[in-house]
Nanobody, 128 residues
Framework: QVQLVESGGGLVQAGGSLRLSCAASGRNFSLSHMGWFRRAPGKEREFVAAIRWRTGSTSYTNSLKGRFTISRDSAKNTVYLQMNSLKLEDTAVYYC?????????????????????WGQGTQVTVSS
C-alpha cells in the first residue's frame, strides 16, 4: 500500500500559477507511473498528466499542454504539477495517483482504473 499526500492547492486569481506536490510513502513499493487527475464541480473526473517514473517521460491531456507541467523528484518519491496561466475552468479538486503494478518498461500509459493508489485530493480554486 502506498500513501499519497498532496499539497499546494489553494485560491489563485485567473492568470496566476500554482504548484501541486504529491509525496508517496510506504514500504517496499516501486513506482511505475504517477498521474494527476481532476474533478470539477458537476463533472466527471478527467486525466490531467502522467509521468513514467523510470524515464521521466510525460503525457498530458491535449487541452492542458503548454500550461501544465508534470515533473518528479525520484529521490523524494514526489511528483509535481506546475500550473500556469490558470483559468476559471481549472477550478477542481486535483488528485494524484500512483501506479505500482504496471511494468515500468511498458510503452503504454495506464488508464485511470489502473492506478492503484490515490491521494485525498487538494482543492484548486481560480477566481476572476
Amino acid at each position: 500500500q502506498v500513501q499519497l499526500v498532496e499539497s499546494g492547492g489553494g485560491l489563485v486569481q485567473a492568470g496566476g500559477s500554482l504548484r501541486l506536490s504529491c509525496a508517496a510513502s510506504g514500504r517496499n513499493f516501486s513506482l511505475s507511473h504517477m498521474g494527476w487527475f481532476r474533478r470539477a464541480p458537476g463533472k466527471e473526473r478527467e486525466f490531467v498528466a502522467a509521468i513514467r517514473w523510470r524515464t521521466g517521460s510525460t503525457s498530458y491531456t491535449n487541452s492542458l499542454k503548454g500550461r501544465f507541467t508534470i515533473s518528479r523528484d525520484s529521490a523524494k518519491n514526489t511528483v509535481y504539477l506546475q500550473m500556469n496561466s490558470l483559468k476559471l475552468e481549472d477550478t477542481a479538486v486535483y488528485y494524484c495517483a500512483a501506479d505500482v503494478s504496471s511494468s515500468p518498461f511498458s510503452a503504454r500509459w495506464p488508464g485511470a482504473n489502473e492506478y492503484d493508489n490515490w491521494g485525498q485530493g487538494t482543492q484548486v480554486t481560480v477566481s476572476s
